[in-house]
T-cell receptor, first 116, second 111 residues
């Protein structure tokens, strides 16, 4: 299994500001994933963060808007920059662990962001 | 990645068995089928995973026909606490590959 914690659990921010979300995993992992879940919607993958290299972003997401750091094998941050109300979502950190047949992806509790 | 189709919502009563079917017509040979559960204000949680035939654990059963173009998640004797969104995902088990989520099925259990 994997224990994932995120900080903050929630925040209310003003338009134009930035928020950095932290993700801590209980043991080392190569890849960490960041998702966004807008109200009433499914999860959308933002990017994959590999330690020691730049994150790989999915279509529709760019580094200037969502810079990601991955300083070591147990920690990552996602920054939501120059926020607008459309960025109001739950942001989730995730890791994958296991072998084929028992492979499981684990998720953090999420960070609920409200932008006014 | 194989696309999945599942009902948007389902309703049930406590004590009933609930079966949620997912279609994945273009599943690849090395793809596994995985189901996740998500409660409000929580991250998704792994329920069950299978490749073919039937898989059972303490929470659910997963039925996969021989052609693997669909799968059925079976929840025995649901309770109010099973009210959640259930996601069917199909993909290869590769450590560097993130799961891609579809819309999911919102299950509502009433007393």
């Amino acid at each position: 299994s994997a224990v994932i914690s995120q900080k903050p659990s929630r925040d209310i921010c003003q338009r134009g500001t930035s928020l950095t979300i932290q993700c801590q995993v209980d043991s080392q992992v190569t890849m960490m994933f960041w998702y966004r879940q807008q109200p009433g919607q499914s999860l959308t993958l933002i990017a994959t963060a590999n330690q020691g290299s730049e994150a790989t972003y999915e279509s529709g997401f760019v580094i200037d808007k969502f810079p990601i750091s991955r300083p070591n094998l147990t920690f990552s941050t996602l920054t939501v920059s120059n926020m607008s109300p459309e960025d109001s979502s739950i942001y989730l950190c995730s890791v994958r662990r296991g072998r084929p047949g028992t492979d499981t992806q684990y998720f953090g509790p999420g960070t609920r962001l409200t932008v006014l | 990645l194989a696309k999945t189709t599942q009902p948007i919502s389902m309703d049930s009563y406590e004590g009933q068995e609930v079966n949620i079917t997912c279609s994945h017509n273009n599943i690849a040979t090395n793809d596994y089928i995985t189901w996740y559960q998500q409660f409000p204000s929580q991250g998704p949680r792994f329920i069950i995973q299978g490749y073919k035939t039937k898989v059972t654990n303490e929470v659910a059963s997963l039925f996969i026909p021989a052609d693997r173009k669909s799968s059925t998640l079976s929840l025995p004797r649901v309770s109010l606490s099973d009210t959640a969104v259930y996601y069917c995902l199909v993909g290869a088990n590769q450590a560097g590959t993130a799961l891609i989520f579809g819309k999911g099925t919102t299950l509502s259990v009433s007393s």
